[in-house]
C-alpha cells in the first residue's frame, strides 16, 4: 500500500448519482473523494434515452415520482442549459390505442404539477411533422432532452472545482472496517497499477447496478433486480420533439431526439447480475425497437440506424418483500447504520436521470446528518459550469466553434480555437482545441472517454474517416504517443459491438468501410 | 425488418470516404470552403438540428456536381448543399445577385440597347463602377445581340420549316437569345440538314440555374413550371444546345426544386446527343465539306460530364472529316455560371480555371469545342482561343447545296 489519504466522504460509482452527490458534498465544504471503476457514466447513466421526464410518463402509474420529475425538470433546465434542450414532448394516441386512457392521462399530469396539454391531431402534425400521421389524439408537455454525459462530466468538473477529488479506472476491492462501522475503502488504480487505501467516517455506495456487490462488502444485503433495457441510435434526428406513446408504459414507445441524432427505446428484460458487464441487444429486440419506433415516426423505417446498445436499470427489491418480486422505482436511500447495524455506510440507488440531483440531495443531507455538518443544498440554484449565461460577439464562428458550443456552453471559450482549429471528427465537428481541452479539462483516459465528452466517432462513419487523426492527436495531448494504437483497438471494439446487431443495409457498407480503413476484421476480438 | 434506408435527400448513404472532397474544384483553391463532405451530409446533420448551422462557406460551391459524379454511394451531394442555400441561405449582395440572375430581364432590355449596352460593358471606366456594384472588372459581359434569336427566327426560318414532315422543338436559351443568336441559326442549319424543322415554345422562359444559383428558389420555381408546361406541350422532342439548360430541366427542377416533372425530362436533351443517335441508327445522314480542316480540342462542361453525354458531342466532331479531336482530362474552368462574375470569387474562379488554361493552350488546337456558355467566356478570357459550340462546328462542316 503506497499511500493512503482521508476524506469526509468516499463515494462509489460515477454515474450521474455519484458525481451529483460528489458536486453537492463538496458544494457544502465536505473533502469528498469519489472512486469509479472505469469512465464516468459506464454503466445505466450512459446507457439510457437522454430524456430529461416531464413525469408525465409516470403520471398514471407513479404520481410521486411525476410530480418529483416535473420539480426536477424546471431545476435542471436552469441548472445545465448546456446539457439540456428544449424539445418539449408529445404523447401521441394512435388508432389501435385507447382514447379513454389520453383522458385519464391529462388529468393525472395535472394533479401532479405537469403543464400537460390535450392539442389537435393536426396541430400535432405541424409542431412535429415526423410523427405517425394517423394519430386520433396528442397532448403536449414538458419533455426535454439531455445529454447524460455532459451532465455527469459538468458535475464531475464542478466538484472537482470545489475541491473534490473524481478518480476514474479506480475499481473498489474491498470496504475497511473498525468495530463494525465502515471506515474507509481499498482500492485499485487501474492505470497506474497500484493498490491504495482512502478513509473516511461515511463511504456512499452509488455503485448502480454494482450496488449489490459493494454493500457486500460491507456485510449489507441489497437485492438488485437487473432488468436490460434496450435502444437504436439512428444516423440523424427525424424529429425535433419528444415523441411518447399514450398508453400504459410498454417496450419502445419512446423517440427522443439528441443532439444531432434520435433514440428510440427501450426494451425490458431481466437478466442475471453476472450479465451486466456484458450485455447484448438481440436481433429479437433490434425487430421490436424498430416496428414500435416507425409507429411513433413512419420515417425510421427508411432511416440509417447507427448502432444499438443496452443498459441495466438498477431496480431494487423493496425491503418488505423478500422475495424481490415487487420492485421499488423511486429513489431508495438506505442508511445501513438503522437498516444493518453498519454505521458509516449509506447506499443510494434506484430513481433516474431526471431525479438524480434530488437522490443526491437528499445522500449529502444524510451525509451531512452523520457529519454533524449543517449546510444548506446549493445544487437546485448553481448554474453546472458551461450553463452560465454567456455570448459571442462573432457572429460568423465557424461551424466547428457552434458545435462545440452546444456541447460545452461558456466553457467553449476556454478552447485554443486559434492554434487548434483543425477539424478531426468531421461528422461531429471536433476539432483538435476540443479534444485539447477534453484531456486537459475533463479527465479523458482514453479514446471512449472522449467519445463521451466530445462526440468524437459518434457520427455516421462511428469513427471509420477520423479515428487515426484522432488517436494521434488524442496520444499527443495526453503525452503517450506510444498509446495510440491500443486507443485505435479499443475504440474499433466498443463501436463494432453497436454496430453488429443493425449491420446491414448501408450500416453493413459503413462496417465494410470501416474494415479497409483500419485493417481489422469486424469479427476480431468482440 | 428494415431492407433500405435511404433518407430524403440519401445523405445517410454516405460513408465518410471523402471521394467528392477530393474531386471538388473549389476545395483545391479555397483554404476557406469545408468541401462537399462537410457542406453537404455532414452539415446536413447538424442543420436538421439547428438550422443555425447552416454555413455562409457553402456559397462557395460552384454546384458543378462533380462531388454526385464521384460519390460511389449515390449521394446526391451537390443537391444537399443547393438545398440548403435555397432555404437558409441570403443573398450577400443582393442587388449584384438579382441583376447576374435576372437573365430574362437583363437580356431584354440590353439587346434593344445593345448599341449602346455593348461598348458601356466593355468601357474601362464603366467596368470600375461594375467593380464597386460587386462585378469584377476583369470580367467583360458578353456581347448583347441587337436582335434577339426568337425575332430572326419568327422572320427568317419560321416560314420554310413547314416544308418539313418531322419536327424538334428548341430550348434556345438566354445566351442563344440575347447574346449568341449565331449559335441559333446553326443549330436551324444542322436540323434542316438532318431533314427535320424546328419549332419554338409556346413560352421560354430562362431556364433558372442563374436564379437557383443565386438564392432565388421561388423565381426559379415559378419560370420552371412555365417550362415545364410548354416543354408537355411541344409534341416533339425538346432539343438545347446548352449543357447547363438541359442539365437543370432535367435534374435541377426535379430534385432542387422539387417540381413534379418526372415525365418531362427525359424529353429534352441535347441536340448533339439526339444527332448522334439519329446518324448511329441510320436514320439521319449528314454530308460533309471535302476541304473542312480544323484541330479542336474538346472541354468538357461540369454539367455536361453530370449528364454523362460528353461523348455524344466527342464522337459526332469524329464523324466530321477534317476534324482532329484532342481531349484533355476533365478540369472545371471556375466560372460556374455568375459565380466568376462576382468580385469576391474571380481569384478562386481562375485559380480552379488555370489547370484547365494550360491544357487546352497545350493541345495547340484552332478552337475548343465546348456544351456550355459560360465555360466559353472563361476560356476564352483565360486562353484567347476561340471556343465553339459542337452544333457550330458542324454547321461550319456541312456541305450546303
Known amino acids: 500500500m503506497a499511500e493512503s489519504s482521508s476524506f469526509d466522504v468516499i463515494i462509489i460509482g460515477g454515474g450521474i448519482t455519484g458525481v451529483g452527490t460528489a458536486r453537492d458534498c463538496a458544494l457544502r ?35 410521486e415520482s411525476a410530480a418529483e420529475c416535473i420539480r426536477e425538470n424546471r431545476i435542471i433546465r436552469q441548472i445545465a442549459s448546456n446539457c439540456v434542450e428544449q424539445t418539449e414532448g408529445l404523447f401521441i394516441t394512435l388508432p389501435q390505442d385507447d382514447l379513454q386512457y389520453q383522458a385519464l392521462f391529462v388529468e393525472r399530469c395535472r394533479e401532479a404539477g405537469i403543464d400537460a396539454r390535450e392539442i389537435d391531431p393536426a396541430m400535432a402534425r405541424a409542431m412535429e411533422p415526423s410523427v405517425n400521421p394517423s394519430l386520433i389524439g396528442a397532448v403536449k408537455v414538458p419533455d426535454a432532452s439531455v445529454d447524460p454525459f455532459r451532465l455527469a462530466s459538468a458535475n464531475a468538473l464542478d466538484a472537482a472545482n470545489h475541491g473534490a477529488q473524481i478518480r476514474t479506472y479506480c475499481e473498489v476491492l474491498s470496504l475497511l472496517k473498525d468495530s463494525g462501522a465502515v471506515v474507509g475503502v481499498r482500492y485499485f488504480d487501474r492505470k497506474k497499477k497500484e493498490t491504495l487505501c482512502a478513509y473516511a467516517p461515511v463511504t456512499v455506495n452509488a455503485a448502480g447496478i454494482w450496488g449489490q456487490t459493494i454493500a457486500a462488502m460491507a456485510g449489507c444485503e441489497i437485492k438488485m433486480l437487473p432488468a436490460k433495457g434496450s435502444l437504436l441510435v439512428f444516423g440523424h434526428r427525424v424529429n425535433k420533439m419528444v415523441i411518447n406513446r399514450c398508453r400504459k408504459p410498454s417496450n419502445a414507445d419512446i423517440l427522443v431526439p439528441g443532439d444531432v441524432v434520435c433514440v428510440i427505446g427501450t426494451t425490458s428484460d431481466k437478466v442475471g447480475l453476472d450479465e451486466c458487464d456484458n450485455i ?56 445501513h447504520e438503522t437498516r444493518d447495524g453498519v454505521p458509516g455506510f449509506i447506499s443510494i440507488t434506484g430513481g433516474k436521470l431526471t431525479s438524480y440531483r434530488l437522490m443526491a440531495e437528499q445522500t449529502a443531507n444524510l451525509v451531512c446528518r452523520k457529519l454533524g455538518v449543517n449546510r444548506k443544498c446549493l445544487t437546485a440554484t448553481e448554474p453546472l459550469p458551461g450553463s452560465e449565461k454567456h455570448s459571442n460577439p462573432d457572429r460568423e464562428l465557424s461551424i466547428a466553434f457552434k458545435a ?8 467553449t471559450g476556454k478552447m485554443d480555437f486559434s492554434q487548434k482549429s483543425e477539424v478531426l471528427c468531421e461528422c461531429e465537428h471536433v476539432t483538435r482545441a476540443e479534444i485539447a481541452y477534453a484531456v486537459k479539462t475533463l479527465g479523458v483516459r482514453n479514446m471512449i472517454d472522449l467519445r463521451r465528452r466530445t462526440r468524437v466517432g459518434m457520427g455516421t462513419c462511428q469513427g471509420s474517416f477520423c479515428i487515426k487523426k484522432v488517436a494521434e492527436a488524442l496520444a499527443c495531448e495526453l503525452g503517450c504517443p506510444e498509446m495510440e494504437q491500443e486507443f485505435i483497438r479499443e475504440y474499433v471494439q466498443e463501436r463494432w459491438k453497436g454496430m453488429t446487431p443493425v449491420c446491414w443495409g448501408d450500416s453493413l457498407r459503413e462496417a465494410e468501410y470501416m474494415r479497409k480503413q483500419i485493417g481489422r476484421n469486424i469479427n476480431d476480438e468482440i | 425488418m428494415q431492407e433500405h434506408n435511404i433518407s430524403k435527400g440519401n445523405f445517410e448513404q454516405c460513408l465518410k470516404c471523402n471521394i467528392c472532397t477530393q474531386v471538388c474544384p473549389m476545395f483545391e483553391v479555397n483554404p476557406h470552403y469545408p468541401g462537399p463532405k462537410q457542406a453537404g451530409p455532414d452539415g446536413e446533420r447538424y442543420r436538421l438540428k439547428d438550422p443555425s448551422f447552416f454555413d455562409l462557406t457553402l456559397k462557395y460551391c460552384l454546384n458543378c456536381k462533380s462531388c454526385e459524379v464521384a460519390c460511389p454511394s449515390g449521394v446526391k451531394v451537390g443537391d444537399i448543399i443547393q438545398i440548403a442555400r435555397l432555404k437558409y441561405g441570403r443573398q450577400s449582395n443582393p442587388l449584384r445577385d438579382r441583376m447576374l440572375a435576372s437573365t430574362d430581364l437583363v437580356g431584354t432590355v440590353a439587346s434593344v440597347l445593345a448599341p449602346v449596352a455593348n461598348p ?8 470600375r463602377v461594375m467593380d464597386i456594384f460587386g462585378v469584377d472588372h ?14 430572326w427566327f419568327k422572320k427568317n426560318a419560321a ?75 411541344a409534341g416533339a422532342p425538346v432539343l438545347t444546345t446548352s449543357s447547363t439548360c438541359t442539365f437543370t430541366i432535367r435534374d435541377e427542377y426535379r430534385n432542387v426544386l422539387g417540381l413534379d416533372c418526372a415525365d418531362m425530362a427525359s424529353t429534352v436533351e441535347l441536340a448533339v446527343k439526339w444527332i448522334y443517335e439519329k446518324i448511329a441508327s441510320g436514320k439521319v445522314n449528314l454530308r460533309f465539306r471535302p476541304d473542312f480542316h480544323l484541330k479542336v480540342v474538346y472541354h468538357t462542361a461540369c454539367h455536361m460530364q453530370k449528364l454523362g453525354w460528353a461523348l455524344f458531342s466527342q464522337e ?12 484533355p482530362e476533365q478540369h472545371c474552368c471556375g466560372i460556374a455560371g455568375t459565380f466568376g462574375f462576382k468580385k469576391e470569387n474571380y481569384g478562386y474562379s481562375q485559380a480552379i480555371g488555370q489547370p484547365l488554361f494550360d491544357s487546352l493552350l497545350a493541345a495547340g488546337a484552332d478552337a475548343v469545342a465546348t456544351d456550355c456558355e459560360t465555360c466559353k467566356w472563361q476560356i476564352e478570357s483565360g486562353t484567347g482561343i476561340p471556343v465553339l459550340n459542337p452544333i457550330s462546328i458542324l454547321a461550319m462542316a456541312l456541305l450546303t447545296d
Open chain 1, 29 to 63: 465544504g465536505l473533502k469528498v473523494l469519489l472512486l469509479e471503476k472505469a469512465d464516468l457514466t459506464n454503466g445505466a447513466s450512459g446507457r439510457n434515452h437522454g430524456l430529461l421526464h416531464s413525469g408525465a410518463r409516470y403520471a398514471v402509474t407513479d404520481m
Open chain 1, 280 to 335: 447484448k441487444v438481440t436481433p429479437a429486440e433490434v425487430e421490436l425497437l424498430l416496428r414500435e419506433g416507425c409507429s411513433l415516426a413512419p420515417e425510421l423505417e427508411n432511416t440509417r440506424i447507427l448502432r444499438a446498445y443496452a443498459g441495466v436499470r438498477p431496480l431494487v427489491a423493496s425491503d418488505d418483500d423478500p422475495t424481490g418480486r415487487s420492485t421499488s422505482r423511486g429513489i431508495v436511500l438506505l442508511d
Open chain 1, 404 to 411: 462545440a458550443e452546444g456541447r460545452h456552453g461558456s466553457l
Open chain 2, 120 to 127: 458601356i460593358l466593355a468601357f474601362g471606366p464603366a467596368k
Open chain 2, 138 to 151: 476583369r470580367r467583360t459581359f458578353p456581347k448583347y445581340s441587337g436582335e434577339k434569336f426568337e425575332q
Open chain 2, 159 to 233: 416560314p420554310a420549316q413547314s416544308r418539313f414532315k418531322e419536327h424538334v422543338a428548341y430550348f434556345h436559351g438566354c445566351y442563344v437569345n440575347y447574346n449568341y443568336p449565331q449559335l441559333g441559326k446553326d443549330f436551324v442549319k444542322v436540323m434542316n440538314a438532318c431533314g427535320y424543322g424546328v419549332s419554338l415554345l409556346e413560352k421560354e422562359r430562362c431556364c433558372g440555374v442563374a436564379l437557383i444559383s443565386n438564392g432565388f428558389g421561388k423565381q426559379a420555381a415559378v419560370q420552371a413550371a412555365q417550362n415545364v408546361d410548354s416543354i408537355r406541350k
Open chain 2, 316 to 327: 459526332l466532331l469524329k464523324m466530321i472529316p477534317g476534324v482532329e479531336l484532342v481531349v
